[in-house]
């Protein structure tokens, strides 16, 4: 009988993916916890969405990490969710940016999120970094091991 080795996503290339996200989730989650505590009042929604950023960039860090099925699952969900939340939220911050600004008292002010205009603020990595993750998580599909697991051992 043979053993299969649980395959891993933290190798070679993985290890810089890993590292960007780790960095990012950092970030976004700083971020966010500075806007929510001293100026959540004046853009909820973006402040929130920025605090939705870090956290499935924690989430995907974590996925990215942990080898196996169920984690690669989940790295491919959150990735995803990445990808629809800086699609979505980088173009309605150039269709309708008032969206994140509930009033026009604070127009003036800087409320963007991570993902705002695509990622600007981040030199647009929250937009690439999803589309490079699903690279990634394709190259390293892990084995179906399903059907090797129901099989009859051979003697």
Do not use: C
Request: hydrophobic content about 55%.
């Amino acid at each position: 009988m043979m053993v299969q080795k649980k395959s891993t996503r933290a190798i070679g290339f993985g290890r810089v993916l890993i590292a960007i996200y780790a960095i990012l989730a950092l970030a976004a989650t700083a971020r966010s916890v500075f806007q929510i505590l001293t100026q959540f009042n004046e853009a909820p929604l973006a402040y929130s969405l920025s605090g939705l950023s870090g956290l499935v960039y924690i989430v995907a860090t974590i996925a990215l990490i942990v080898p196996g099925r169920k984690s690669y699952a989940v790295a491919w969900a959150t990735i995803t969710f990445e990808l629809v939340g800086v699609l979505f939220v980088g173009l309605m911050s150039i269709i309708d940016p008032s969206v994140f600004v509930p009033s026009s008292k604070y127009a003036h002010s800087d409320h963007s999120t991570v993902w705002t205009y695509f990622g600007i603020g981040y030199g647009f990595v929250p937009l690439a970094l999803p589309i490079v993750g699903m690279f990634w998580l394709r190259h390293t599909r892990p084995a179906r091991t399903d059907a090797l697991a129901s099989a009859p051992a051979e003697v």
